[in-house]
T-cell receptor, first 118, second 111 residues
């Protein structure tokens, strides 16, 4: 099984629908993130969580909400989807203790969830 | 204002030659720089990192060079292999733990 699992992998929905993307991890990492990637662009941070009780907005949080249900689970919701939220969404985790990455806060990514809003 | 820039959207090199991918940044507060590689239909995977207090880090065929005065880093891959063909993202981290990504460079290594 993958260290970071995202569901669904692909989703097509209509404008105005509520959508939830789920992420679970088996890394035992404290920190979890949601990124968005648009064609030809880099990854932009939507929300991040450094522990279960800590939720923070990233650079593009408008129109999104998140829930950290447990250390291993971090879900992203679009309350009322719009077409410009069509994108590839990535969940990622990192270890606050910096084990094995010399303090660089290396991110481990899921395989991505491709969302299309019609 | 984009804090991390990869000005070359694509790069094509011959197998066995050197690939050089470049990245520029504007924020002096970044303390770590990382390179990630992404294949189609997969998430990015970590490749190599460098601390802001160093100017070079090497791992096998991959070497990252950091020029702090120029706010520039580069990833060298030598020798390049067809399996290296992927999108490469430069990322920079602040001590708050957040990473900012460049737009990526698509590397194609031709056999």
């Amino acid at each position: 099984d993958a260290d970071v699992t995202q569901t669904p992998r692909n989703r097509i929905t209509k404008t105005g629908k509520r959508i939830m993307l789920e992420c679970s991890q088996t890394k035992g990492h404290d920190r979890m993130y949601w990124y968005r990637q648009d064609p030809g662009l880099g990854l932009r941070l939507i929300y991040y969580s450094f522990d279960v009780k800590d939720i923070n907005k990233g650079e593009i949080s408008d129109g999104y909400s998140v829930s950290r249900q447990a250390q291993a689970k971090f879900s992203l919701s679009l309350e009322s989807a719009i077409p410009n939220q069509t994108a590839l969404y990535f969940c990622a985790t990192s270890d606050i203790r910096g084990r094995g990455d010399s303090g660089a806060n290396v991110l481990t990514f899921g395989a991505g969830s491709r969302l299309t809003v019609l | 204002d984009q804090q991390v820039k990869q000005n070359s959207p694509s790069l094509s090199v011959q197998e066995g030659r050197i690939s050089i991918l470049n990245c520029d940044y504007t924020n002096s507060m970044f303390d770590y720089f990382l390179w990630y590689k992404k294949y189609p239909a997969e998430g990015p995977t970590f490749l190599i990192s460098i601390s802001s207090i160093k100017d070079k880090n090497e791992d096998g065929r991959f070497t990252v060079f950091l020029n702090k005065s120029a706010k520039h880093l580069s990833l060298h891959i030598v020798p390049s292999q067809p399996g290296d063909s992927a999108v490469y993202f430069c990322a920079a981290r602040t001590n708050a733990g957040k990473s900012t990504f460049g737009d990526g460079t698509t590397l194609t290594v031709k056999p």
